[in-house]
């Protein structure tokens, strides 16, 4: 039986449309929690500007914890959650709850080590002028990661393209999906081909526009 | 991989050869890897128990994919499998170009509706949202159940393969949506219908028989599971066995009442299989 195309482009087009719902809203979140994340992370660590044993502790625990979960198992255990935040646990909205927790906690972690590249120099300097804990982060600390920061933001959000061919599981559908529901598991090699393909160019296009900006920032 | 085949194959020569001297003057134990999915595992238990007494040694290999089985069956890592529809495996080997065989029929799954919003397929209101199975055997025979309880039509020539693009005709706007298959009893929650394979809604409790709203019936011959053998050995008298003893009373029993229904026991020589395409 041969492919029927024409019914293909209407479905890539969806699915893109969904692919980039998914990743957009969710990489969003994901920083909103997860630049906080690193920043506790840092200023509560040893020798941090706040240090406290207990609240880097149990979150350094907390983020071991979902970064160890696999990915398809997170959806399924979250369910609930998911349900009671976005009202449902099947479509692609209801995707957005597991791939954001899924990649908050890994942006999280990558901002962490973009901030303790800061040289600790920096920071010294800072408190000797006078600078309050709040001015520190905010003018000296994220400043001075910024272009690492973005560059790693970048790899987090290839990482999330690649977890949103996951969320096809929940039927929240996505050109990931679609080269695993037509290319791998009907073996229609064009549909592969072509979804492959746009996943490619998706990648390099975050990561040339990462290298841009984190260029750009350097270079300030 | 490769090696670590090579090292166990040589393993198991080794072991044989110790099993056909311990046993000299009658015949020598033959060792057959079979390939299956959790949810057959304590029928081939049982099955491992009879084919001792006969000299057979049955080693079960586990696979958690409905791909891989058969693959590995082709390259020679397992004897045989026992997993699939014999619509799937025309289909994969096919598609494949494998040179694998049927050798006999195993049991069937009928496929059901279930709900916990309705009790009658009648009852689903326009535009509830129904979640099917997504792989693409079980999302052929989905929209074929759903055509037979009424509620969908496909498009004309519609044998099961391809996906959503074959619906004709959904008069009560009916949102499918595809999931992954162990994901169907999950969604009972979030929408009116999920139609669930067999195995799938056992292992998530529920009960095939009472709890679906819509079944198939048995005598739907392309969802027939099979065991499958290289094309090379489908005469080989060691695999013949062992078709035999699954057929054997023992067997159907146990699938009877391990399964509570849910599997319904086939013990019909592969030719019974042969017009399935019309019974579709």
């Not at chain 2, 005709?169 to 929650?189: C, F, M, W, Y």
Request: contains cysteine; charged residues 20%.
């Amino acid at each position: 039986m041969a492919f029927d195309w024409s019914w293909f482009w209407p479905q890539f087009f969806t699915a893109m449309g969904q692919t980039l719902y998914m990743v957009a809203v969710s990489l969003l979140i994901s920083i909103i929690i997860g630049i906080p994340v690193g920043v506790i992370l840092v200023i509560t660590r040893e020798n941090g500007i706040w240090e406290n044993k207990w609240i880097f502790n149990i979150l350094n625990v907390i983020i071991n914890i979902f970064r160890s979960i696999p990915f398809i198992i997170l959806v399924v255990a979250i369910i609930p959650f998911t349900r009671w935040v976005v009202g449902t646990a099947i479509g692609t909205t209801a995707a957005i709850v597991p791939l954001v927790l899924y990649t908050a906690f890994y942006i999280g972690r990558l901002i962490e080590s973009s901030l303790l590249e800061v040289d600790k120099g920096t920071i010294e300097l800072a408190q000797s002028m006078g600078a309050t804990n709040w001015q520190i982060i905010w003018r000296f600390l994220l400043p001075e990661a910024k272009a690492s920061m973005v560059l790693n933001l970048t790899i987090a959000t290839i990482g999330l393209i690649g977890a949103s061919a996951m969320a096809g599981a929940v039927g929240a559908g996505g050109i990931g999906d679609l080269a695993i529901t037509y290319g791998y598991n009907q073996f229609q090699t064009g549909v592969m081909i072509v979804t492959v393909i746009t996943l490619v160019i998706f990648t390099q296009l975050v990561q040339t526009l990462g290298n841009f900006l984190s260029k750009k920032i350097r270079r300030k | 991989m490769k090696k670590f085949a090579i090292l166990l194959l040589g393993l198991i020569l080794v072991l044989a050869g110790c099993g056909a001297k311990n046993n000299s003057g009658s015949t020598s134990t033959k060792t057959i890897k079979v390939g299956t999915t959790t949810s057959e595992v304590p029928t081939w238990n049982l099955i491992q128990k009879l084919a001792k007494k006969k000299n057979i040694n049955i080693k079960i290999v586990r696979f958690d994919d409905y791909v891989q089985p058969n693959l590995a069956l082709s390259d020679g890592e397992i004897d045989i499998n026992a997993f699939q529809t014999v619509v799937y495996f025309d289909d994969f080997i096919k598609q494949r170009n494998l040179k694998l065989s049927a050798i006999g029929t195993t049991n069937i799954w009928p496929m059901g509706i279930y709900s916990k919003r309705y009790k009658k397929v009648s009852e689903v209101k326009d535009g509830d949202q129904v979640v099917i199975p997504k792989d693409p055997t079980n999302l052929g025979r989905a929209l074929l159940l759903l055509q037979k309880a009424g509620l969908i039509t496909t498009k004309k020539g519609f044998t099961g393969k391809g996906g959503l693009e074959n619906v004709a005709s959904n008069p009560k706007h009916l949102k499918i949506t595809a999931v992954d298959a162990a994901q169907t009893p999950r969604g009972l929650d979030d929408s009116a219908l999920a139609v669930i394979n067999c195995d799938m809604a056992i292992n998530a409790g529920l009960n095939p028989t009472n709890d679906s709203i819509f079944r198939e019936d048995a005598g739907n011959k392309a969802y027939i599971n099979i065991i499958a053998a290289r094309t090379k050995d489908k005469n080989d008298k060691t695999l013949k066995e062992i078709v035999n003893i699954y057929h054997s009373k023992e067997v159907s029993d146990f699938i009877k009442k391990h399964y509570k229904g849910a599997a319904v026991p086939v013990n019909k020589p592969v030719s019974y299989l042969k017009d399935y395409k019309q019974t579709q």
